[in-house]
Structure formats: C-alpha cells, structure tokens
C-alpha cells in the first residue's frame, strides 16, 4: 500500500473530542478503514486530459492514508476547442473507466464518492448527457465545478503540501482544457483565475500539424495578453510559483533525469531553474513527437501536448520573474479530497514541516538522539567556519542538518553496513518541505558519513548525479564524517569547535565540556576520518589536541576495520 500523506497543517473539521485508547482487536478485513474512526473517502477528477481516482482514509487528525489510486486518459477535451462537442469515442472509454473507478471504490468501502468534471465537461454543449449517462451506468453524481472552484482546488492541495505562510505565491494548474491561477499572499488567497489555455486546447489550436518557431510564437503571444493581465507586475513580480498537473509533474521528471536523478521516489516539491525551463522546452519543440519517447522523465501520454503546456509555463514565468518554478505532485483530485473529508489545510512557515518530518522519521528509525544531536550540531559549527570557502550556502546548511540528523538511522535495519541502509531509508522515505533533488542529496550525505569515499568508478548512484551536485555531497560528507569522529564514544564530549585557516593547514581545535574526562577517543576519532576533507579543501586537515599538537591518524583504512 502507498505510505501516507501528513499535510503540512491540517484541521479537521468539526473537531472531534479525542479518543480513549482501544484494546486489541481481530485483524481488520482488507477493504476496512486503516484506523477506527477514519473516513474512507474516494475523489474523482474527470479532467480533460485525465480521470484519475484517489481512495484514501482520513484521520480526524488530517492524516491521509492512500489506499488505492486508478488513472485513464480518455481525452475528453480532443476537439472540444474546435468542434465543440465531446466525442463518442472519448465518452464511451470516460465512462468505461468510470464505471471501474466507482466499483472499486465500493468494493473497498468507500462511505462516500466525489466525482468533479472540469473544462472539457464544463464548455462542451453535449456535457450534461455525458453527465446523465455517468450517473446511469457508473452511479456516480459529478458535479461540473466552475474554473474558480477548479483554483479554489489547487490551492487547499498546495497549502497542504507546501509553506506558504510568509511570501506571494501563484499556484498555477495547467489541465488539457483550462489553465487555474490562485493569487495569495501570506497565506490567504486574494484572486481565483481560471482561463480556457489548456494543452490539449493550445495544441490544436496552433500545434496540431506538428511544432513550428512560428506556430509556437503565435500561442505564446496569443496566452501573454491574458496572463499579463491577471498578474499586474507591480503585485506579483518576485512571487513564489507552485505548478500542479501533468505538464509539471513531467517537467520535473525531465528537469530530474537530466540532473542524474532516476532514483527519487516522487518528483512532488522539485525547483525547476527558469533557465531549465526555457531549455527543456526549445529541446522538446526541436524534436519529431515521436522522438520525445526517448526523453527520459516524460511520460509516453503526454509527448504530443507536452510543448503547449510548456509553453505556458513559461509566459507565466516570464512575467512573474521567479528564479525557479516548484512542482506538485498533488493537484485538483488531492484537494478534491481534502474537501470531501472536510480537512482545512493551516498555513505553515517556511521550515516548520521539514524540521518536523525529518525528526519524526529519525523517531520512527528509533535514532540515538543525544549522538545524532551531537553530530548535527558540531556539523554546523565546522559548516559555519569553512562552508563559504568550499563554495557552500545556506541550501547547503540544511541538506547537512537533516543528514547529520539521520546519519545513523540504518541501525534500524543492522548495524553492519549501516551508512548503506541509512542511504536507502532516506531515498525512500516521505519527507514535507525537502524537494528531491534535496532528498537525494541527504540520503548520500548520510551514507558517507563513513565507509569509502564517494567514487564515480564504484557507486553507481553517485556516479550517475550531475557532477556539480557529486562535488556538494563530497564537501558536505567530508563535514559530516569529522563532526562524526568528534562524538565517537556518543558521549557528547566536544562542547564546540574552533577552526582556524592558515596557509599550509585547515586546523581543528575541540574543546570540551565541561564535564569531559579526556577528548582522547574524540581527537582519534576525527582524526582517522579526516581524509576526504583533506582532498576537499587541498591541504592537510590538523586536528589538534591539548597542548597543541597534531593528533596522527594510524593506518588503517578509514571507517572499514574502526566499525564505525
């Protein structure tokens, strides 16, 4: 079964008093809900690219369990732009999926079925019988939402899964008939937008023998006026952009693959460069559709509109002027869900939700706190002293928090190869507020907090990232493994660091607390694992112990035959 999603902030509402603990119980039937008390909820987007299903159960917490998910792509919106009406073709598969959709939501004891039709349904003139005919042979009431409520959807999805407590933001979602704009600031929405540019609907209308520089000129122009007009610069210029839908969700996989990244479990929070965008998209308009089959991170489905959608992400972006555009993996269907269930999403500041993901899934490895504390802590004092000279920012300092953190949470699967198992937990865990390109970067950190060096030759992973990204996780492991050796005992005996840069040496002084013995097992410790920091900064790394002098590192193989 899919993991489950904890929104950012959430409210259920109304609020229930809190539950009495239960005494165990039979095993519950497979189509029961996860937890006494859940709803099990089934949300329905008919859009007109796709009709995706989501089954999920919702706490009164705002916990959301996915249990099941069913996707078709019947194109509904193909030649409603120009012929108006939908095809029969199209209505018969709509119905088809439909009709499976609603059977396995009942089959697995969905209480309640929310389907929605959007832009295709909602200007063709035939929509109403499509409509009936749903309800006949699915059982299924769906409702046709106007464009504003379409907005109004992509908005609660984005506020539950992003920060947007501080900022502007224009959360944009891009279907096959419409593009939804919201317009928010400090978290509460001032403009619902919703405009007839969809990708199927631009595709036919300029693409449809195939891409030109022209035909692609004209739509781009053609979509600028409008955008120009709903996002006056003087309010929305510098503005955070958040995009849901296909055309993002394949943008980022793309934007993903060419940084190396194959092996993220989601592309959900991915910050595409607007310079990327402007890249991705001259790639993809200068190739023959069929070609695009071959782009890695773009989905089969999406090859022949993909351009369309592109196109209008960059208008949007060129008149916002962000540095970079974020995407989601949850859109209209998610906050058709969270609606249904009655979940009010709360507005977060930045930073809240991923401080508390990560601690609370050190918790659920059953982390050593005090070590992993320690570590994180002495990581960012020697951040904080070198970090600028090895070309690091703030970004960075995150990426070594959380990994410092979750160094050691691979004990929770075996001590023996630990840092192995740490890598793997992390690249498979569900974290809010740490995109994937970040989460990749955090789970090799971790995994070379000892060990070998990271090897383009042997580790296969690593050798496949970006080579500007390789040269992050080696300076950030390089930190990472002398703040490591620094708490070798997990005694917490360092009280801080003090590092000095000189000519012909990076030299690193501990001084204790106040409580510590000796610093011996500490000083040999970082000592031992300071070679991939020596090869970072380019000189000898002295770390220095009472008195003065240089402690000498023995000879065996750093982090092999220590067990550390």
């Not at 709509?94 to 209480?111: F, H, I, W």
């Not at 989601?266 to 310079?275: A, D, K, Y």
Request: glycine fraction near 8%; proline fraction near 5%.
């Amino acid at each position: 079964m899919p993991a489950p999603t904890r929104l950012i902030g959430s409210a259920a509402s109304p609020a229930r008093a809190p539950r009495a603990p239960r005494a165990p119980r039979a095993p519950r039937a497979p189509h029961a809900p996860h937890e006494q008390g859940d709803q099990r909820i089934a949300a329905i987007d008919i859009g007109s690219n796709s009709i995706r299903q989501v089954v999920a159960d919702v706490s009164d917490n705002g916990l959301i369990r996915i249990v099941d998910q069913m996707k078709a792509a019947p194109r509904l919106g193909a030649g409603v732009g120009r012929k108006g009406n939908l095809s029969e073709t199209a209505i018969d598969q709509a119905v088809a999926a439909l009709t499976r959709m609603a059977t396995l939501a009942r089959q697995l004891g969905a209480k309640r079925i929310e389907a929605v039709a959007t832009s295709a349904v909602r200007d063709a003139p035939n929509g109403p019988a499509f409509i009936a005919r749903v309800k006949q042979e699915a059982g299924l009431k769906v409702r046709i939402l106007a464009g504003e409520e379409e907005a109004q959807l992509a908005w609660r999805s984005a506020l539950a899964h992003f920060e947007l407590g501080k900022g502007r933001v224009v959360v944009v979602d891009i279907g096959g008939g419409s593009v939804e704009l919201a317009l928010a600031a400090e978290g509460l929405v001032e403009r619902l937008i919703s405009l007839p540019y969809g990708a199927i609907r631009l595709t036919e209308k300029f693409l449809c023998d195939g891409v030109s520089p022209k035909g692609l000129m004209k739509l781009r122009k053609y979509v600028r006026a409008d955008i120009e007009r709903v996002l006056p610069l003087r309010d929305w210029r510098g503005a955070d952009v958040i995009g849901s839908g296909g055309t993002f969700t394949n943008l980022a996989g793309i934007y993903l693959a060419r940084q190396g990244m194959r092996t993220v479990r989601s592309v959900h929070g991915t910050r595409i460069p607007r310079e990327e965008v402007d890249a991705i998209l001259a790639m993809l308009a200068g190739m023959p559709v069929q070609d695009r089959l071959n782009v890695a991170g773009l989905n089969a489905g999406r090859i022949d509109i993909i351009v369309a959608g592109l196109a209008m992400v960059a208008e949007v972006l060129a008149r916002v002027e962000p540095p970079d555009v974020a995407a989601s993996a949850f859109g209209i269907h998610e906050g058709l869900l969270l609606e249904t269930a009655r979940i009010k999403p709360l507005v977060a500041d930045p930073g809240e939700a991923r401080q508390r993901s990560v601690r609370e899934f050190a918790e659920r490895c059953h982390y050593d706190a005090p070590h992993a504390k320690q570590v994180q802590r002495l990581s960012l004092q020697l951040f904080d002293s070198i970090g600028a000279r090895l070309w690091l920012d703030a970004t960075d300092r995150a990426i070594l928090s959380d990994a410092a953190l979750l160094h050691d949470v691979g004990y929770h699967i075996n001590y023996e190869g630990h840092h192995k198992h740490s890598y793997h937990l992390i690249l498979h865990a569900e974290f809010l507020g740490l995109s994937p390109e970040e989460q990749v970067i955090v789970a090799h950190v971790a995994r070379y907090h000892r060990g070998s060096h990271p090897s383009r030759r042997r580790h296969r992973d690593f050798a496949q990232l970006d080579v500007a990204v390789q040269k992050r996780i080696r300076r950030l492991a390089a930190i990472l493994r002398v703040a490591d050796g620094f708490d070798r005992g997990h005694v917490g005996a360092v009280d801080l660091i003090r590092v000095r840069w000189l000519d012909r040496a990076l030299r690193i002084t501990p001084i204790p607390t106040s409580k510590a013995r000796t610093l011996r097992l500490e000083l040999w410790g970082a000592a031992r694992k300071a070679q991939l920091l020596e090869q970072v900064v380019k000189i000898p790394v002295e770390v220095v112990g009472p008195g003065g002098k240089p402690v000498l590192p023995d000879d065996e193989s750093e982090g092999v035959t220590d067990g550390e």
